[in-house]
């Protein structure tokens, strides 16, 4: 999974939380403007090519950002982006 800042402000994800389908994975990572970094996904959370909603969670546990793909979307060898 890739994370990108689109904003102007350096943004510290430290301790926020990726979660799909109930499953989290802690995040350890800071972007600064402009900037992408790879996630990678541990065991815990599955991306499948059949559909899911991601979620962003900060560190008091709120749900800042959220996504979410359909089947439709799911191409082989192409990655999905939003």
């Known amino acids: 999974m890739k ?3 689109t904003s102007a402000a350096n943004i510290d ?7 799909v389908k109930g499953k989290k994975q802690i995040l350890n990572v800071a972007l600064s403007p402009g900037q ?7 065991g815990q959370v599955k991306l499948t090519n059949t559909g899911a ?3 962003l969670i900060d560190k008091q546990q ?3 950002d959220s996504v ?5 979307n799911v191409k ?3 990655p999905v982006e939003f």
Not at 13 to 19: A, D, F, K, V
Request: net charge positive; glycine share 6%.
């Open 62 to 64: 709120h749900i800042v």
């Open 68 to 72: 979410t793909y359909k089947k439709s």
């Open 36 to 42: 992408t970094k790879t996630i990678n996904i541990n």
């Open 13 to 19: 994800l430290n301790g926020w939380s990726i979660e």
């Open 3 to 5: 994370l990108k800042n």
């Open 53 to 55: 909603t991601i979620n």
């Open 76 to 78: 082989t060898g192409v």
